[in-house]
Structure formats: structure tokens, C-alpha cells
């Protein structure tokens, strides 16, 4: 499974953006697709996560803004990040998963200015 994320950039506090992960390989494989994200001096955490048969779950710090969702026709998942913050700044990073692995995909940076 190869996942080519896009999307991220430089916003103003209360702005949206919207992430793509187009997945592509061995797609009839994925379980589930997701975004997690790293901030500088912080861990490594969940953003949001959607299922093969689209059942959602999301961190804390973005429930209410963020909405993942998926285009199964174009094998891709979207995050649409609204209301953004300073502290959603950090380098957002695509996640597939099967039943046996793991896959990442580059990171994309995501920059909220107050």
C-alpha cells in the first residue's frame, strides 16, 4: 500500500484546510485510513481514523472542527480541518492499516498563525 497525502499549509487561527491521502497498491487490503499528527516536543497522536465500512472516531482536541471522510471510488480519505487553532499546528501524517500491517505516508505540514 503506497499513500501520497496532500493538502497541508499555512492558515489563519479560525481558517480551514482540507488533507487528501490517495491510497493506491493493494487497497482491497485496508481496514481502516486516518490521519495522526506530531507537533514539535509532542507525542505522536490520533486525529482522526474511518473504517473500511465508515464508522469514525477522532482525538479529543479536534472533535466538533475536523471531519474525516472517504471516496472509496478514488481510494482516498479527507480530513476537513475547521476552526483551526495555533496548537493544531504540526506535521499531519496518513495512516493505512490491514490486518497484518502498517503503512504511513509522507508528512504534510499544517501551520495555524494566531
Known amino acids: 500500500v503506497q499513500l501520497q497525502a496532500s493538502g497541508g499549509g499555512l492558515v489563519q487561527a479560525g481558517g480551514s484546510l482540507r488533507l487528501s491521502c490517495a491510497a493506491s497498491?493493494?487497497?482491497?487490503?485496508?481496514?481502516?485510513m486516518g490521519w495522526y499528527r506530531q507537533a514539535p516536543g509532542k507525542q505522536h497522536e490520533l486525529v482522526a481514523r474511518?473504517?473500511?465500512?465508515?464508522?469514525?472516531n477522532y482525538g479529543d482536541s479536534v472533535k466538533g472542527r475536523f471531519t474525516i471522510s472517504r471516496d472509496n471510488a478514488k481510494n482516498t480519505v479527507y480530513l476537513q480541518m475547521n476552526s483551526l487553532k495555533p496548537e493544531d499546528t504540526a506535521v499531519y501524517y496518513c495512516?493505512?492499516?490491514?490486518?497484518?500491517?502498517?503503512?504511513w505516508g509522507q508528512g504534510t505540514q499544517v501551520t495555524v498563525s494566531s
Open positions: 497498491g493493494s487497497i482491497f487490503s485496508i481496514n481502516n
Open positions: 474511518i473504517s473500511s465500512s465508515g464508522s469514525t
Open positions: 495512516r493505512a492499516a490491514t490486518i497484518t500491517s502498517v503503512f
